[in-house]
């Protein structure tokens, strides 16, 4: 989600731009000199890099931490909807340098 806002943004904005700033974003060459297929080379870069990060974190978290897999949902969950009653539970059963 975090990714898909802005993305939408950018293409509303280029589909509404003039024939000019159309043309020098979206060039039809072929192979890699394309904005298009740069673009899409990055966001595959990115997106392996983060499996790669959330593999590590749940190894990190589930395996090595021995955590429970309804606490490493709230580990990995948004942090706003943390009451004081879960941060003190995890940070008992855990340790508080391990949840940092």
Not at 19 to 23: E, P, R, T, V
Not at 25 to 35: I, V
Not at 71 to 89: A, P, Q
């Given at each position: ?17 003039n ?5 020098s ?11 298009l297929?740069?673009t ?27 955590m ?33």
């Open positions: 989600m975090s990714f898909t806002i802005p993305t939408t943004i950018i293409l509303l904005m280029i589909a509404f731009s024939q000019k700033l159309q043309d974003l979206w060039p039809l060459k072929s192979g890699l000199d394309g904005s297929s740069k899409a080379i990055y966001f595959c870069i990115w997106v392996n890099i983060e499996v790669f990060l959330n593999i590590g974190k749940y190894y990190l978290c589930r395996k090595m931490y021995g429970s897999q309804k606490d490493y949902r709230l580990i990995i969950g948004r942090r706003d909807r943390w009451t004081k009653e879960h941060i003190g539970k995890l940070e008992e059963k855990y340790g508080m340098y391990n949840l940092k």
